[in-house]
């Protein structure tokens, strides 16, 4: 099936984290064509620093599975995956790993950009960039944005519109 699909759920997941007010950042696990986990961040409402959805996806996808071996899975995710969540797709084998955005620039995070390619690579896992970049971009940038302007005024409807329209069809 077409990627664009699978990242389609991915950001329907990231959707509903924002919707909470976490960084929207949702993963989907696919396996044989089936998406068999979802998941989305949620750091600040189950107050866990390691509920990125990459780790609560391949959490979901175990017990789907009945193991911890996601052999021939495939990720997809909105954001590209921190350190700790790249360790984690290692350790539990899947093969593939589709990204949305990149994380938004500054030194500190283009080593670790570059650090997790090797990583990743080095132990042979397919990474993918760019699919539907523009939607998973934009709605961290909104996230941002709203961020900022709660601190300004509380007129945010038009960049929640924004936010939503990175999930709908245009
Ligand atoms: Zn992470």
Redesign the pocket.
């Known amino acids: 099936m077409d990627k664009t699909v699978y990242m389609k759920e991915a950001l329907k997941e990231a959707y509903k984290a924002y919707q909470k007010g976490e960084t929207p950042i949702g993963a989907v696990i696919v396996k044989d064509g089936e998406i068999i986990a979802r998941a989305h961040n949620l750091t600040e409402t189950i107050k866990d620093s390691t509920a990125?959805a990459?780790?609560l996806a391949i959490r979901e996808a175990s017990g789907k599975i009945g193991g911890w071996r996601l052999i021939s899975c495939e990720l997809y995710v909105t954001m590209e995956?921190?350190m700790?969540?790249s360790g984690a797709i290692i350790n539990s084998r899947i093969k593939k790993v589709v990204i949305g955005a990149r994380h938004i620039k500054n030194s500190i995070l283009e080593k670790q950009h570059s650090y997790m390619i090797n990583y990743l690579g080095s132990n042979n896992i397919d990474v993918e960039f760019g699919v539907l970049e523009d939607r998973c971009s934009n709605m961290l940038r909104m996230f941002f944005k709203s961020l900022r302007n709660k601190r300004v005024d509380k007129n945010t409807n038009s960049i929640d519109g924004s936010v939503k329209n990175s999930i709908e069809d245009r």
Do not use: N, V, Y
Request: charged content about 15%; hydrophobic content about 30%; proline content about 14%.
């Open positions: 990125h990459e780790i995956p921190c700790m969540c």
